[in-house]
């Protein structure tokens, strides 16, 4: 800008008859842009040689374009200038004039974008104040709520972190703090530039007191009881985070601990307590599904975040509209390995044998629902009371009963090549060679019969559907095998025990896994653990990162919220996702408040990889990304 104007400040005076760059000047000063035009043009065509003023000659035939009304034309020309000319020194105003052009066209939104690149490209300082000043009244003021949305979500470089600041501020001047939220959240992992960091932090100390404000935050966890040694080594978690969080920010965290000792008639006492407690902002906890149910009756209606860490019941969202399930729900999972197996898998007939109680009936029914609507076919539904010692009675003998009568319909159907060859071969008393050279082949065994006499090796199920109980494995994997079934095991998180698999190699043929979590501990950092160990004296395992991983969650929320629960809340719905050290959420589900995310994982000599996983846009393949093998630990329901 400054050298613009000094080049309009040049006096017209013409040496010869060759055109002058400031004779051009002159006339543009004085309104003649057809005259400068011809002026700038012949100069800009020139060679450098013969004019060393060439990049400035064709910057000046922009601005004349523009004032004649052609604005295609030096939009154009504008966007063709960086790539002829890489070094002029007019790059710095070129943002800029790209902006007035189309202003001057009435393109608001366009305007808005390029001053705003020309603010965080110049180096200018009145070329940036001036864009600047431009950029933020044009999205403070002028653009629309559609502009509004394009605009946000344009680009992640810092141009487009700084203009999705500038209309997060604008949603938020509106009153719509829900939308500025979002855009927070999903501009905040390409934030890298300090200003723009702590623009983005300042933005929300309107949202609630200031955020040097003390958070106060219940905790509602077993410390004693059968669940104590989870409940504590979640606890020592959660402190960790906290600890980490106010060595890094301004903020103070106070966690007002409870001990339940995972009785429900505690657990209400408790949330009475936290009920009538102002300064508290958000809790984490209980755990089983029996206790968030007890707490929902006396916190609904209160406006504060319940995060839930281990429980996942269908439906417990909507109970209160407080409660947010850390974990995928079991609908959630049973969903996603229905689909993964019909769609991905190619799986079309399915067995599934689950035990008689809430845990298992809800994965057994969502994922029969969904395998019919895919259209494939449930052939056997069975279920079992306490410890699955022995299905074979019952369940296994009915699979069983229907491949041999699949097997026996099939043979029917192909008598006439097998009788001719049959019949001869029997009638002459030749019956074990029949066997042998007819059916055999057809009857291949792939394992020892382990003396149960089932010697015919069964595929006609595609896939069993098996979701367990903690420590059912060895009873299942045993039974499979003497059954002689040859088919894929499709389970939830409660196969993840590595241990226990090594043990039966040859029990299983294919195992896929559907988890709520990626339970992978590989990637943590040695200085991590061993500060942890100096700290509390253990080696932390899967319930204190869950712990970690939902305080640290809590937290990033509440940087942005101020120190008002509804507000903690409302961060929390809007943020679209969220990437702890072993755990991912991406809030969905019809409330909005249940982890979509769920991982697809194969159990593949001795380890298990991590296939995919499903969010709430669909499936996505590991294969283009590289699979991973997890470092795993069984985190089972918490029932």
Not at 21 to 31: A, I, M, R
Not at 122 to 127: G, H, M, Y
Request: proline residues 4%.
């Amino acid at each position: 800008m400054r050298k613009l104007l000094l080049l309009l400040m040049v006096p017209l005076f013409i040496i010869g008859a060759r055109p002058d760059f400031k004779q051009g000047v002159s006339l543009y000063n004085q309104g003649a842009y057809w005259e400068a035009l011809r002026v700038f043009a012949e100069l800009a065509d020139e060679e450098v040689s013969l004019n060393p003023q060439r990049s400035a000659s064709s910057y000046m035939r922009i601005r004349c374009y523009n004032k004649l009304g052609f604005s295609q034309r030096a939009l154009m020309l504008a966007r063709d200038f960086p790539q002829s000319y890489p070094g002029s020194t007019y790059l710095d105003d070129l943002e800029y004039l790209i902006g007035e052009i189309h202003l001057d066209q009435g393109d608001i939104r366009e305007a808005a974008w390029y001053f705003a690149s020309s603010a965080i490209t110049t180096k200018d300082k009145k070329i940036r104040k001036a864009a600047r000043d431009l950029a933020e009244s044009l999205i403070g003021t002028a653009c629309d709520p559609d502009d509004l949305n394009a605009l946000a979500g344009r680009s992640i470089d810092r141009t487009g972190q700084y203009v999705a600041l500038l209309v997060a501020q604008r949603f938020l001047k509106d009153g719509n703090r829900g939308a500025s939220i979002s855009i927070l959240f999903n501009m905040r992992p390409y934030i890298t530039d300090d200003d723009l960091r702590k623009k983005a932090i300042s933005l929300y100390s309107g949202f609630g007191s200031s955020q040097t404000d003390t958070l106060h935050i219940a905790v509602v966890l077993p410390l004693t009881g059968p669940l104590g040694d989870i409940g504590s080594n979640m606890l020592d978690g959660i402190k960790f985070s906290a600890m980490n969080f106010m060595d890094s920010t301004d903020q103070g965290v106070e966690l007002h601990i409870y001990d339940n000792e995972s009785k429900l008639s505690e657990t209400i006492s408790i949330a009475r307590q936290v009920r009538d407690d102002p300064r508290v902002v958000a809790q984490i906890g209980p755990l089983t599904n029996e206790n968030v149910k007890g707490t929902a009756a006396v916190l609904e209606g209160h406006s504060i975040p319940i995060i839930v860490p281990t429980a996942t019941e269908n439906q417990l969202t909507n109970l209160s509209k407080g409660i947010f399930q850390f974990r995928s729900t079991r609908e959630r999972k049973a969903i996603a390995m229905a689909e993964y197996a019909v769609q991905t898998l190619g799986l079309e007939t399915f067995a599934i044998i689950a035990p008689s109680t809430e845990y298992g009936q809800q994965f057994a029914d969502n994922f029969a629902m969904r395998v019919d609507e895919l259209g494939g076919i449930i052939q056997y539904q069975g279920w079992y009371v306490g410890e699955p010692t022995d299905l074979s009675r019952v369940h296994f003998r009915r699979i069983r009963e229907q491949g041999l009568e699949e097997l026996y319909t099939k043979f029917q159907a192909d008598s006439l090549r097998l009788d001719s060859l049959l019949i001869g071969m029997i009638t002459e008393g030749d019956s074990v060679n029949a066997y042998e050279e007819i059916l055999n082949p057809i009857f291949k065994k792939s394992r020892p019969s382990r003396g149960d006499s089932l010697g015919v090796e069964l595929s006609h199920i595609d896939g069993i559907f098996f979701p367990i109980h903690e420590g059912n494995m060895p009873y299942i994997l045993f039974q499979l095998a003497s059954n002689n079934l040859k088919t894929h095991i499709l389970g939830d998180e409660n196969w993840l025990d590595k241990d226990i698999l090594k043990k039966y190699p040859s029990y299983i043929d294919e195992l896929t896994i559907v988890a709520g979590d990626r339970l992978g501990f590989q990637s943590i950092s040695p200085s991590f653990s061993n500060e942890y160990v100096r700290i509390f004296k253990h080696r932390p395992d899967q319930y204190d990162f869950m712990g970690y991983d939902v305080m640290g969650m809590l937290l990033e929320s509440a940087q942005y919220a101020g120190g008002s629960g509804n507000k903690l809340w409302e961060a929390m719905i809007n943020s679209p996702n969220y990437e702890g050290l072993i755990h991912q959420v991406q809030w969905g589900g019809a409330t909005r408040r249940e982890n979509d995310l769920v991982f697809l994982m194969d159990y593949v000599e001795n380890s298990f990889e991590l296939t995919g996983y499903y969010d709430n846009s669909g499936f996505f393949s590991m294969d283009s990304l590289g699979t991973d093998s997890l470092d795993t630990e069984s985190t089972s329901e918490i029932e």
